[in-house]
Structures are given as structure tokens and as C-alpha cells.
């Protein structure tokens, strides 16, 4: 049995750290559903497992040409069971729609796929050890961009050399693929609707919109 994902065996037992262990094994995921049912099963996060009531795999309608890429869930995601669907959800779906993005087409996935307790930043180890499952899941997709919400998704893709006001609004050709960062729907709540993140996130939006629709 796997020290770090329940019910697995074979070489996934012998890999030391964890992040090692979940990356063999999602690497060796063929579907998202296959996918799916190992990642339900992650025990790589001792603090995670403890504090969470599901794991939030996230949403992956077919043929998705678009990745929005969140931070970890929250508290009605966690009980829910899908990404986005808090507050925070609720804004991003009024935004998308006003870009004229359909969320039901879009694929939704977080940098951490379990709540963080009292909703903290997921911790660097815990990025690291969720890593192998976003890759996968990216690998799987094959979307044509990804959009990273807030800093800690700008980061997993772009490094810790930008700020996000710097690095939003426009594309970077990274080694995942597209990568269009813009801010978490949490950051425009808090500055409130006439504040610059949720300009910023308006108009970042709508570049992936028109990004979207080029030939
Ligand atoms: N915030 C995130 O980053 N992800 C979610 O799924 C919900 C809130």
C-alpha cells in the first residue's frame, strides 16, 4: 500500500517525498476519471486530510479550450465537492458570462485540491506535493491557454520573478503551456466593484475571450 495515496501499490509505494509518489502516479493516469478516483484517495497533505471533507478534483467538461486554475478550495467548495462555487464562484461567473465565456465549457481547477484549514494559503509543500495531479490533469485537457487566478496559481506557472499586476493581461509561453495570469475573484470582492482587481480581472477576461475566438 502507498504511504501517501490509499489503495495504490507498486512503485508509488517506494517514492520518498510525497510529491514524488503523487506525480508516478498521476503520470500514469490515462483518464480523467482514472485520474479522478487516485486523487480522492491522496493522503500526501497530513493537515489537508485532517481539515478536509472532500477532495476537490474540479470541473473538466469535454473538450474545454480553456483552464482557469484557482488556489485551493473554500469552505462551500469543500462541502460541494466542486471548484468556484462560493462567493468568489459566483463573481467568476458573472464575469465570465460578461465576457462571454460559458463556464459550462470551461475547465475549473485549483493549485491545491483539498481546503486549506481556516481557508490559509496552501503551504509550499502542499503545492508541491498537488503538483503532479495538475500536470496530469493539464496533460489530459490539452487546452489551448490557461488562466491563473491570484498569485499563488501566477506562481506555479510563472515563478515568484513577477508581481502579478505585472504579469496579468497578457500571454506567457511557459513549458504547461498559454499562461494568462489575472486576479483571484477574492482580491475583487475585497476591493469591492468599483476597486482596480476586479477591473483588472473584467478586462483580463475578456483578452481570453478574444484570445479564445482567434483563428
Ligand atoms: N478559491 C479558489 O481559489 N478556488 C476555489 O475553488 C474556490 C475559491
Known sequence: MSDYIDGFSGPFRAASPPAEAVALL????????????????????????????????????????????GEAPGAEEDLSGRPFVGRSGRLLDELLAEAGLDRGEVAVLNVVKCRPPGNRTPRAA???????????QLGILEADLICTLGL???????????????????????????????????????????????????????????LLAQP
Open 152 to 210: 499563488p496559481a501566477m506562481q506555479r506557472f510563472l515563478g515568484r520573478a513577477l508581481s502579478l499586476a505585472a504579469a496579468r493581461g497578457r500571454v506567457h509561453d511557459v513549458a504547461a503551456g498559454r499562461v494568462l495570469a489575472t486576479y483571484h475573484p477574492s482580491a475583487a470582492l475585497r476591493f469591492g466593484p468599483r476597486g482596480a482587481p476586479r477591473a483588472a480581472l473584467q478586462e483580463d477576461l475578456r483578452t481570453v475571450a478574444a
Open 126 to 136: 502542499e503545492q508541491a506535493n498537488c503538483s503532479g495531479w495538475l500536470d496530469r
Open 26 to 69: 498521476a503520470a500514469s493516469c490515462r483518464t480523467w476519471g482514472e485520474l479522478a478516483d487516485a486523487a480522492r484517495r491522496c493522503t500526501a497533505c497530513p493537515d489537508l486530510v485532517r481539515s478536509r471533507s472532500t477532495v476537490v478534483v474540479g470541473d473538466a467538461p469535454r473538450g474545454s479550450r480553456l483552464v482557469l486554475v
